[in-house]
Nanobody, 124 residues
Framework: QLRLVESGGGLVQPGGSLRLACVVS????????IGWFRQAPGKEREAVAC????????NYVDSLKGRFSISRDGAKNTVFLQMNDLKSEDTGTYYC?????????????????WGQGTQVTVVS
């Protein structure tokens, strides 16, 4: 059974950093497209970043390029989201996701499975 377990969220000041981790089980990790969505209060979920099974193709939301980076460790079946220079508008719940058919999901409809979410709060 596919399972995604996120960790690493927390409370941080503007300009700070956090690294989220997602441990994946129940799927062939090296063939899975795994990424992150987030949902800010009162807003819809949006795609943040994704990495395909080969690890060589990575997608980012344009507004987050340069601050957020995604990586994966096949030995640990874990995907990481490094978030730097955090801003108040980055506050929200961050979800680890697996894309359908091995493809990175750009919209929620294309997500095959969701983690339970981890809260990120950026406040001065």
């Amino acid at each position: 059974q596919l399972r995604l377990v996120e960790s690493g969220g927390g409370l941080v000041q503007p300009g700070g950093s956090l690294r989220l981790a997602c441990v994946v089980s129940g799927v062939t990790f090296n063939y899975a497209a795994i990424g992150w969505f987030r949902q800010a209060p009162g807003k819809e979920r949006e795609a943040v970043a994704c990495t395909t099974g080969s690890g060589g193709a990575t997608n980012y939301v344009d507004s987050l390029k340069g601050r957020f980076s995604i990586s994966r460790d096949g030995a640990k079946n874990t995907v990481f989201l490094q978030m730097n220079d955090l801003k108040s508008e980055d506050t929200g719940t961050y979800y680890c996701v697996v894309g359908r058919f091995g493809r990175c999901p750009g919209v929620a409809f294309d997500v095959a499975s969701w983690g339970q979410g981890t809260q990120v709060t950026v406040v001065s």
